[in-house]
C-alpha cells in the first residue's frame, strides 16, 4: 500500500516536471517562446579548399530536459545539416555543435560521432545525428534558443 502510494507520487511528480518542461503549464514566457535559430561558422579551410564545401538545410529540435542527481540538467536532442562539396577535390570535414541560451550564453558544445565527414567531388550528403548538453542553470533549459555548427574543412588525409 505504502509503496503503490510513494510510486504514484513519484509518477505525478514527473508528470508535472514534463509538462512544465513543454511550456504546458507555468509560466506564460516559457520555453515555447524561445525562437530557435542556427548558422554555420568555417573556422578553419585548408588552403586550397575555400568555397568548396557548404553546409545548409540546419535543423535542430531539443527535448525535454531532465533533472540529474548531482543538481545538473541534461538536454538530448536531434539535429540534421547538407552537406555539399561543389569543389574538384575530396574534402574532409569536422565539426562541432555550440548551443547558446537567448542572452547569447554558451550553455555547452558537442562534437558528434562519425568524424570526419568525407565528401567526394560533387558529393551531397545528409549529416544527421543526436545531441547530449548538460547545464546547471534551469534558466539555460527554458531558453536554448541557438545552435552553431562550427566546422573545419581539411584534406581528406589529414
Same mark, same amino acid.
Not at 555550440?98 to 555547452?108: A, G
Given at each position: @500500500? ?9 509518477? !505525478? ?6 509538462? @512544465?518542461?513543454?511550456?504546458? &503549464?507555468?509560466?506564460? !514566457?516559457?520555453? %515555447?517562446? &524561445?525562437e530557435r535559430t542556427s548558422e554555420v561558422v568555417f573556422q578553419t579551410v585548408a588552403d586550397g579548399l575555400a568555397g568548396y564545401v557548404a553546409i545548409d538545410s540546419l535543423e535542430w529540435v531539443p527535448f525535454l530536459p531532465l533533472p540529474l542527481s548531482n543538481g545538473t ?5 536531434? =539535429?540534421?545539416?547538407? =552537406? ?6 575530396? &574534402? ?5 555543435? %555550440?548551443? =547558446? ?5 554558451? &550553455?555547452?558544445?558537442?562534437? #558528434?560521432?562519425?568524424? #570526419? ?7 551531397? %550528403? ?8 548538460? !547545464?546547471?542553470?534551469?534558466?539555460? !533549459?527554458? +531558453?536554448?534558443? +541557438? @545552435? ?11
Amino acid at each position: @500500500m505504502i509503496s503503490d502510494l510513494r510510486a504514484a507520487l513519484q509518477g !505525478t511528480l514527473i508528470c508535472g516536471l514534463l509538462m @512544465m518542461g513543454c511550456g504546458l &503549464v507555468g509560466d506564460t !514566457t516559457g520555453p %515555447r517562446d &524561445v525562437e530557435r535559430t542556427s548558422e554555420v561558422v568555417f573556422q578553419t579551410v585548408a588552403d586550397g579548399l575555400a568555397g568548396y564545401v557548404a553546409i545548409d538545410s540546419l535543423e535542430w529540435v531539443p527535448f525535454l530536459p531532465l533533472p540529474l542527481s548531482n543538481g545538473t540538467f541534461e538536454i538530448a536532442g536531434g =539535429f540534421a545539416a547538407v =552537406f555539399r562539396n561543389s569543389g574538384p577535390d575530396s &574534402v574532409g570535414v569536422r565539426y562541432d555543435l %555550440r548551443f =547558446f541560451d537567448d542572452e547569447e550564453t554558451l &550553455v555547452d558544445a558537442f562534437i #558528434p560521432f562519425g568524424q #570526419p565527414v568525407v565528401l567526394a567531388s560533387g558529393q551531397r %550528403r545528409v549529416v544527421q545525428g543526436e545531441f547530449i548538453l548538460r !547545464t546547471g542553470d534551469l534558466y539555460q !533549459t527554458e +531558453h536554448l534558443a +541557438h @545552435m552553431q555548427l562550427v566546422a573545419r574543412v581539411r584534406n581528406p588525409e589529414e
